[in-house]
């Protein structure tokens, strides 16, 4: 019997841990911070709160091979004072959405990706724009799991040129030398793992 199996996560159980490590930064965003910078430069705060809602929205719809809609991108944040716990209410369909049966089988999204890759997109904006979400308004984030820190690895590795193409990633920043995993991870979407 193998005793150093390696256990392989479903996008659902992956996009839970995220989600826990998520929840206290959405609820410890201050408003005196909407406006403040983020390492995505296009974003804001209240930006890049508006972008990550419009994208575990539709990332739902996803897991279900409905067609989305990443045209427009609503202002969640001014539509409610509630907008955090709204967030994290999405963000618990989400996890629902990608851990039922079937969910990630097949193919979905307007590209025809497998849908396995395609939940890896949404762990992916979970992780790292949480991430930048806490550098810019000053948080303490605990970091990812080590299982979401490898499954995205190789889904930036197989996005990443096309992502480049399309403005989504930045051309990679030099990792240094001992850096962990993570930081090599956001090294590869053109993070800057210092950003302060």
Same mark, same amino acid.
């Given at each position: 019997m193998d005793t150093n199996?390696?256990?392989?996560?479903? &996008?659902? @159980?992956l996009?839970?841990?995220?989600? @826990?490590?998520?929840?206290?930064?959405?609820r410890g965003i201050p408003d005196a911070a909407l406006a403040a910078p983020t390492p995505c430069a296009e974003y804001d705060v209240k930006a890049l709160v508006n972008h990550l809602f419009q994208v &575990?929205?539709?990332?739902?719809r996803l897991a279900v091979k409905e067609a989305s809609d990443f045209g427009e991108t609503p202002d969640r944040v001014a539509e409610s004072p509630?907008?955090?716990?709204?967030?994290?209410?999405?963000?618990d369909r989400l996890v629902a959405a990608w851990s039922a049966p079937g969910a990630e089988e097949g !193919?979905?999204?307007?590209m025809n990706m497998p849908a396995r890759l395609v939940g890896s997109m949404a762990l992916l904006d979970l992780?790292?724009?949480v991430w930048d979400l806490a550098r810019a308004t000053g948080q303490d984030w605990s970091g990812a799991d080590e299982a979401v820190v490898a499954e995205l690895a190789g889904a930036v590795d197989e996005l990443a040129p096309t992502a480049r193409k399309m403005g989504v990633f930045g051309e990679p920043v030099p990792a240094a030398e001992g850096?962990?995993?993570f930081e090599r991870l956001l090294a590869q979407?053109? !993070?800057d793992p210092h950003w302060e």
């Open positions: 199996e390696v256990k392989t996560y479903g &996008i659902g @159980e996009l839970a841990m995220a989600r @826990e490590r998520a929840v206290p930064v959405v &575990i929205v539709q990332f739902q509630e907008w955090r716990e709204r967030l994290v209410d999405e963000a !193919r979905t999204g307007g992780t790292v724009h850096a962990s995993a979407t053109g !993070r």
